[in-house]
């Protein structure tokens, strides 16, 4: 933790409406794990650098779990 704030990370998350880019305080969850996104549980199918120009933060892309 640095100055006081909780670490973040990105979550690429699937959507009926297609992907949306989201932001979420913490460490980025690992491949496999599943996570809570709204009312939807999805699971992690690779984590990588952000899609972000200039941005260190890791990114977690999600899928709906079946």
């Given amino acids: 933790m640095e100055n006081g704030h909780r670490p973040t990370h990105l ?7 297609g992907y949306e ?3 979420r305080e913490g460490d980025v969850p690992a491949v ?5 996104e709204g009312e939807e549980r999805l699971r ?5 650098p952000s899609p972000l120009p200039g941005d260190l933060r890791r990114c977690a ?6």
Avoid: C, I
């Fill in 11 to 17: 979550r690429f998350v699937w959507t009926a409406n």
């Fill in 44 to 48: 992690v199918t690779k984590v990588a």
């Fill in 61 to 66: 892309y999600l899928q709906p779990v079946s």
């Fill in 32 to 36: 496999g794990e599943e996570v809570e």
């Fill in 21 to 23: 880019l989201r932001e």
